[in-house]
């Protein structure tokens, strides 16, 4: 079956993988399931990426996440019987974890909802992999690659805010203290504006294999 189908998608040409792997307008569906349905003969069944959610647009979610960290506080009631400095400790270091958490979580919980590859059909794989390629995906080896690329991203992001927070707990002055989570805002905006590309092709394949059709195994 999926050598046929490989020989269907190259006979087919690239107008049919564009129908299969494109995200699909509102009122085409029924024509992107017909395409299977003249194929086979059967009705798709639900694709293992159905329940794939949009993936946040980065530049949105950066820009949110740097306004809201930079004005964050700790609650009053953290500031009881707390010198001035200590409570400056407390909120540069409130700040720091603000920024963290609204980077890396939304990353964490979007990378979650992808199936490994190990869990997909050969079929499946092989219309995953045309869809990258159709969706310019090639300069990653494979779909996993694209993954593991942005757990990478994550995991530097979180280390990165966890090795300044200590930072600033063993600041001895205010000034340090402020120009310690300065840096690291400073340097976790250009470590995720570097990933932006990625971002966005994590965002583009997410929202087309929620899309996908696939025929029943």
Avoid at 40 to 63: H, N, Q
């Amino acid at each position: 079956m999926l050598s046929t189908a490989v020989n269907v998608f190259r006979r087919g040409g690239r107008h049919l993988l564009r129908s299969l792997c494109t995200v699909a307008e509102k009122g085409t569906e029924p024509d992107v399931k017909s395409i299977w349905e003249d194929l086979y003969g059967l009705k798709p069944s639900r694709s293992p990426f159905r329940r794939l959610r949009s993936v946040r647009a980065p530049e949105k979610l950066l820009a949110k996440a740097l306004k809201v960290a930079e004005s964050g506080e700790i609650p009053k009631r953290k500031r009881k019987n707390k010198t001035y400095k200590d409570v400056h400790r407390l909120n540069e270091k409130h700040k720091i974890l603000t920024l963290r958490s609204m980077l890396v979580e939304p990353l964490d919980r979007d990378l979650k909802q992808f199936p490994k590859e190990l869990s997909l059909h050969e079929f499946e794989k092989t219309v995953v992999q045309l869809c990258m390629n159709v969706e310019n995906l090639r300069k990653y080896e494979c779909y996993d690659d694209l993954l593991e690329r942005a757990s990478e991203l994550q995991r530097r992001l979180h280390n990165r805010a966890k090795l300044q927070q200590e930072a600033v707990l063993n600041a001895s002055s205010r000034l340090d203290m402020t120009r310690i989570r300065q840096e690291t805002f400073v340097s976790m905006k250009n470590l995720y504006s570097k990933s932006m590309t990625l971002l966005l092709d994590l965002q583009s394949i997410s929202r087309t294999l929620r899309n996908l059709q696939v025929f029943p195994t």
